[in-house]
């Protein structure tokens, strides 16, 4: 398949990423020579980054269904680990301190360029302070994120269903919604009768 050209990257882009983060996207796609897919939802991940193996250079993938704000911050979690790979050709400790110095240099410059709304950067800015594997841990700036879902459907959150509620989650897992620990609630697997710590912020379904 031919390479995009500039302007091809950019009109392929526009809708998927905030306008003025438009030429941050392009650059490092073009700088580093990045493959990037644009996937179906996957309830496991939001992005995904391979580094060059047999002749394929840099490949990152991202869900396509994220709102533009999630699939930035999602684009740069990806791009911090292509550039962890480049100092060391390999990748120890994923989430490391390397990755999170990456993704801090990588998001400085977009909190101060108006690309997120308010409510995001007070999030990001808190979020940054440790960066985590994933950026759907973090209570704050995924409630702050979930408000700029264009698509709105039949799923709620853990944290918006009844104490004792019987519900499943997307990969099809049955639980019973127990009290709260520190952030996350205490859950019970309806077939191994196990307990499980639940965001609040998981997408669940109420089984009647």
Same mark, same amino acid.
């Given at each position: 398949m031919a390479r995009l050209n500039i302007e091809q990257l950019e009109t392929a882009l526009k809708k998927y990423v905030p306008a003025k983060a438009l030429h941050y996207c392009v650059d490092w796609i073009a700088q580093n020579n990045i493959s990037l $897919?644009?996937? +179906?939802? $996957?309830?496991?991940?939001?992005?995904?980054?391979?580094?060059?193996? +047999? #002749?394929? #250079?840099? $490949?990152?993938?991202?869900? #396509?269904? @994220?709102?533009?704000?999630?699939? @930035?911050? /999602?684009?740069?979690?990806?791009?911090?680990? %292509?550039?962890?790979?480049?100092?060391?050709?390999?990748?120890?400790?994923?989430? #490391? +301190? %390397?990755?999170?110095?990456?993704? +801090?240099?990588?998001?400085?410059? %977009? @909190?101060?360029?108006?690309?997120?709304?308010? /409510?995001?950067?007070?999030?990001?800015?808190?979020?940054?302070?440790?960066?985590?594997? /994933?950026?759907? /841990?973090?209570?704050? %700036? @995924?409630?702050?994120?979930r408000e700029f879902d264009v698509e709105k459907n039949e799923w709620l959150t853990l944290e918006e269903i009844e104490m004792d509620a019987t519900f499943r989650i997307r990969t099809g897992r049955k639980f019973i919604k127990k009290q709260k620990l520190r952030k996350n609630y205490s859950c019970i697997d309806v077939r191994t009768k196990s307990i499980y710590m639940i965001n609040p912020l998981t997408e669940v379904q109420v089984i009647m």
């Open positions: $897919r644009i996937s +179906k939802s $996957r309830h496991s991940k939001y992005g995904d980054y391979r580094p060059p193996f +047999k #002749g394929a #250079g840099h $490949r990152i993938s991202i869900n #396509g269904d @994220l709102n533009p704000y999630a699939f @930035l911050i /999602t684009f740069v979690h990806e791009v911090a680990h %292509l550039n962890q790979w480049k100092h060391y050709k390999a990748i120890y400790e994923p989430h #490391g +301190k %390397l990755w999170k110095n990456e993704y +801090k240099k990588l998001m400085m410059p %977009l @909190l101060h360029e108006h690309i997120f709304p308010a /409510t995001v950067v007070t999030a990001l800015k808190n979020y940054m302070h440790n960066p985590a594997a /994933t950026s759907c /841990t973090d209570h704050d %700036l @995924l409630k702050a994120l």
